[in-house]
Nanobody
Framework: QVQLVESGGGLVQAGGSLRLSCAASGRSLSSYGVAWFRQAPGKERTFVAAIWSGAGKTFYADSVKDRFTISRDNAKNTVFLQMNSLKPEDTAVYYC?????????WGQGTQVTVSS
């Protein structure tokens, strides 16, 4: 079973950037698809971005397209989410999710706060 730990969150001003990391242990992350989700206070958890295993096809929510980039470094067993041009509405706890054969594994989340 893969274990995930997110990091890289913090407080940033609007227009700034952050890079989140999702580090895996227990299994190689290269054979998993990985997605980022986020959950703002009082709201449901929503999809942000995903990267598939193998060729590494990516997919983004419309709200983050052209601002966020998901990537993976298999040597580091880590998936990244580069977030640029951050907006106050990006404020949320960000979670990574590794998925494989219908199974899903979640990290504990990292807080991102964007001030206006």
């Amino acid at each position: 079973q893969v274990q995930l730990v997110e990091s890289g969150g913090g407080l940033v001003q609007a227009g700034g950037s952050l890079r989140l990391s999702c580090a895996a242990s227990g299994r190689s992350l290269s054979s998993y698809g990985v997605a980022w989700f986020r959950q703002a206070p009082g709201k449901e958890r929503t999809f942000v971005a995903a990267i598939w295993s193998g060729a590494g096809k990516t997919f983004y929510a419309d709200s983050v397209k052209d601002r966020f980039t998901i990537s993976r470094d298999n040597a580091k067993n880590t998936v990244f989410l580069q977030m640029n041009s951050l907006k106050p509405e990006d404020t949320a706890v960000y979670y990574c999710d590794a998925f494989q054969n219908g199974r899903f594994y979640w990290g504990q989340g990292t807080q991102v706060t964007v001030s206006s």
